[in-house]
């Protein structure tokens, strides 16, 4: 699911088939998902030109390279600097999202312990 969105959001996404295939093509431990270790060498497969050229990985590499002679170091540092910020804000989301969970569970305990006082202040009048 991670790859399938990765691929939606650099603007290639692929098929179920698609993205079983790009697995496959680098799954060393054949567990049908990417480690990091396996994720790493999408990029050293692209760079020694072992990708197909029709490949979902040949694109993912294509879409995620830059190339620091053409673009220049300011380049590099303004697309990883995108890179992080992007990150950074789907991490946001991601805090919002425990944030929304946490109050959730306190919500929860406290309707539970007021239930519990309820039933030991019914208890007293039986």
Do not use: C, W, Y
Request: aromatic share 8%; no cysteine.
């Amino acid at each position: 699911m991670e790859l399938k969105l990765m691929m939606e959001k650099l603007g290639a996404p692929q098929t179920h088939l698609g993205l079983k295939n790009m697995i496959k093509e680098v799954d060393e431990d054949f567990d049908s998902k990417l480690s990091f270790r396996e994720f790493l060498l999408i990029f050293r497969k692209a760079a020694a030109g072992e990708l197909q050229e029709d490949s979902g990985l040949h694109v993912l590499a294509r879409l995620s390279e830059i190339d620091v002679s053409t673009e220049g170091v300011k380049g590099a540092k303004n697309f990883f600097e995108a890179k992080v910020q992007a990150i950074n804000v789907s991490s946001r989301f991601e805090e919002e999202i425990k944030a929304e969970q946490e109050e959730r569970k306190k919500q929860a305990e406290e309707m539970k312990q007021r239930k519990a006082a309820f039933r030991e202040l019914q208890s007293t009048f039986k």
